[in-house]
C-alpha cells in the first residue's frame, strides 16, 4: 500500500511541475496584421536592430474585434544594387506580449474621426502607423510607405537614410506578390478612387505631409487625414535615373496599384505631385521601382 502511496504521490508532482512550465511562459496569440502597440509605448527606430518592442498589461481584445472601435517609359535595364541598403533586424528582438498590440484613439481630425495607431511586421518588426478613414465603408491605410527589404527593392539614391523617411521602392512584381505584411494587400484603384473622395476635391493636398515638400509647391500640405504622403520619388529604368525626390524641384509621391491585368508591360500608379491639388493616376513600366502603400484586407 505505501508503495502504491509513493507511485502516486510521484506522478501528482510531474504534474503539477509540468502545469507551472507551462503557464509561466504562455505563447502568445497574435493576429496575423502584426503587433499592434499601445501609444505610451515608444516607437523604436527603423534603423535599430537591437530596439526591444515594449509589453503592456492592457487587456487583449480578439483579432476579428481589432478594427471595430470606431506615364514612365518602359525599359529592360538593370537597377541598381540595394545591398547596401538593406534595412537590419534581429532575430533576438524582444517580442510584445498578446496584451500590448492594440492602441486606438478617437480623435476629430479635418472631416472625419480619425483612428490611428501602431503596428509591428512580423517579417522583421519594422513598425508602422496605421489610420482609419472615412465613416461609412471606412478604410485602414498604413499612414507611412513601406520599408520592407525584398530582392528588387533599393533606397532612393540607394541611400539608406531615404528608406527611413520614405520607404523602399519596389517594382510592379514585387508590389503585388508579398511586398505587404500578412493581411495588408496593395491597393486597387478603386480603393484609391475611394480615398479621394473621402479626402475631398483637393484630395492632394489634404492628403499630403505638412513637412518635407517644397516651398514651390502650389500649396502647404494640410495632411488632415494622417495619410502623411512624402515626395518619396521614383527610380525610371529607361534612363537608370531618379526622380521626383526631396532633391528634385519637381516632387511627387508615387505608388503601384493593383492590378488584374497582369498581360501588359505597364502598371498603374497613383501619385501626388507638388504641383497639383488632387490625386493623379497614370502608368509606369512594371520594371520602374515605385513606392508601396498597403491597405487592410
Known amino acids: 500500500m505505501k508503495n502504491e502511496c509513493a507511485k502516486v504521490l510521484v506522478v501528482l508532482g510531474f504534474a503539477i511541475t509540468f502545469f507551472l512550465s507551462c503557464t509561466d511562459n504562455p505563447t502568445p496569440d497574435y493576429p496575423d496584421i502584426g503587433y499592434f502597440l499601445s501609444s505610451s509605448s515608444a516607437r523604436p527606430s527603423k534603423s535599430s536592430s537591437s530596439s526591444s518592442i515594449p509589453s503592456s498589461s492592457s487587456s487583449v481584445p480578439s483579432s476579428s474585434s481589432i478594427f471595430s472601435s470606431s506615364s514612365i517609359a518602359s525599359s529592360s535595364s538593370s537597377k541598381p544594387s540595394s545591398s547596401s541598403s538593406m534595412p537590419s533586424s534581429s532575430s ?17 481630425i479635418g472631416q472625419g474621426n480619425i483612428i490611428k495607431g501602431t503596428f509591428y511586421d ?41 528608406c527611413e523617411i520614405y520607404g523602399r521602392l519596389y517594382d510592379w512584381n514585387e508590389a503585388v506578390s508579398d511586398a505587404c505584411p500578412k493581411g495588408w494587400k496593395l491597393p486597387s484603384i478603386d480603393e484609391w478612387n475611394l480615398l479621394g473622395s473621402y479626402a475631398g476635391g483637393s484630395s492632394g493636398i489634404n492628403l499630403r505631409s505638412t513637412e518635407g515638400w517644397t516651398t514651390n509647391a502650389i500649396s502647404p500640405g494640410t495632411d488632415l487625414y494622417s495619410f502623411n504622403a512624402l515626395p ?25 496599384i493593383s492590378s488584374t491585368n497582369t498581360g501588359h508591360q505597364e502598371a498603374p500608379h497613383m501619385a501626388i505631385f507638388y504641383n497639383k491639388t488632387e490625386l493623379s493616376s497614370g502608368y509606369s513600366d512594371k520594371n520602374s521601382l515605385l513606392s508601396v502603400r498597403c491597405i487592410r484586407r
Open 92 to 108: 533576438s528582438s524582444a517580442v510584445p506580449s498578446s496584451s500590448s498590440y492594440l492602441w486606438s484613439d478617437d480623435s476629430s
Open 122 to 162: 512580423k517579417r522583421d518588426t519594422l513598425p508602422y502607423k496605421w489610420v482609419r478613414i472615412g465613416s461609412q465603408n471606412s478604410q485602414i491605410w498604413m499612414a507611412e510607405n513601406l520599408n520592407y527589404y525584398a530582392t528588387s527593392s533599393i533606397c532612393y539614391n540607394n541611400s539608406p537614410q531615404n
Open 232 to 256: 518619396g520619388g521614383f527610380y525610371d529604368n529607361t534612363n537608370n535615373t531618379y526622380y521626383g525626390g526631396a532633391n528634385f524641384e519637381e516632387q511627387g509621391s508615387y505608388w503601384w
